[in-house]
């Protein structure tokens, strides 16, 4: 069973929520960070996608043609990491077509997926679905099928299924949930950090053994404990922010050794054939 595995090419600044423009110490980690996540990826002989913000673009297309020459897939992940559901039908479709734009200048291959930042495509901005469809995506991997208190559509499919738009068919890719402690979780970024190894293996193993694939994901910044405190950061931000970031890459190493992933390039067709039409 092949799983899948994508990464939110995004700066620690981006997950923190810092404001753009803001006087803050913004130093840059992603393309340290992305590195190692390569050279783990080479060492297994796995391919990812990764989901890229169009600001982490801009300054270092070299890193993006790297990632693009290595085998892996280059998608959007929008521009600077704003909320879907704050941004107009206009702001999400400029942000859409530069991002799809840029990566596909860079790298010279199509870009056909994207990832709303924070999972962000909610009921309040399923528009965006009919966007991305008329921008030329193929597939969406923004929606949550658990209740956060930033994002999420419960009781949505687990498994990847196709949603009719205005301007055609787009493949929904959602992030594999899993139930802890009676409410919801997903597998990667900061419950892989929270969580034992062996709770989120045996969850994979569990989906792979009923025939299942799990779509994982990470950031770049949960590879090494450069996180700098925002003043303006909530406390439980800048907690989740930096909890057991030590533990990243060997949790990561271990999962990419036992079990199979891909980028979802690789069983983008089977994954199109399989998917059934789901009304949202």
């Given at each position: ?7 939110d ?10 404001p753009i ?7 840059r ?14 060492t297994h002989n796995?391919t990812a ?6 600001d ?5 297309p070299n890193l993006?043609?790297?990632?693009s020459?290595?085998g ?16 107009t039908?206009?702001?999400f ?6 991002s799809?734009?840029?990566l ?6 199509p ?11 909610t009921k ?7 966007i991305l ?6 597939y969406?991997?923004?929606i949550?099928p658990?209740?956060n208190h ?5 009781n ?6 196709v949603v009719?738009t205005k301007h055609?068919t787009l493949?929904e ?5 899993h ?5 919801s ?21 569990a ?39 030590a533990?990243?890459h060997r ?10 992933f891909c980028?979802v390039r ?12 789901v009304q949202?």
């Open positions: 069973m092949k799983n899948i595995f994508t990464i090419c995004e700066e620690w600044f981006h997950g923190a929520g810092v423009g803001a006087r803050v110490p913004l130093r980690s992603v393309e340290h960070n992305t590195n190692i996540l390569l050279e783990l990826l080479a796995t996608t990764f989901f890229t913000l169009a982490v673009a801009e300054e270092f993006i043609k790297l990632i020459n290595a892996h897939e280059v998608a959007s992940h929008g521009y600077q990491h704003n909320f879907v559901y704050r941004l039908p206009q702001e479709t400029h942000t859409v077509q530069y799809k734009q840029l596909q200048d860079i790298t010279g291959k870009v056909v997926g994207y990832r709303a930042p924070y999972f962000s495509i309040q901005s399923l528009w965006a679905l009919d469809a008329e921008c030329g995506y193929t969406d991997a923004s949550a658990i209740c930033r994002y999420g559509i419960p949505t499919p687990h498994a990847p299924y009719q055609g493949l890719l959602p992030i594999t949930p139930k802890v402690l009676g409410g979780a997903l597998h990667g970024g900061f419950y892989l950090r929270m969580f034992p190894l062996g709770f989120t293996s045996s969850s994979i193993k989906l792979n053994n009923q025939g299942k694939r799990c779509i994982f994901y990470i950031h770049p910044w949960e590879l090494t404990n450069y996180t700098p405190d925002a003043p303006y950061s909530s406390q439980f931000l800048r907690w989740r922010m930096h909890h057991n970031i533990s990243t949790k990561l190493n271990a999962l990419l050794q036992t079990f199979s980028s690789c069983t983008l067709q089977e994954l199109q054939q399989t998917a059934e039409m949202l």
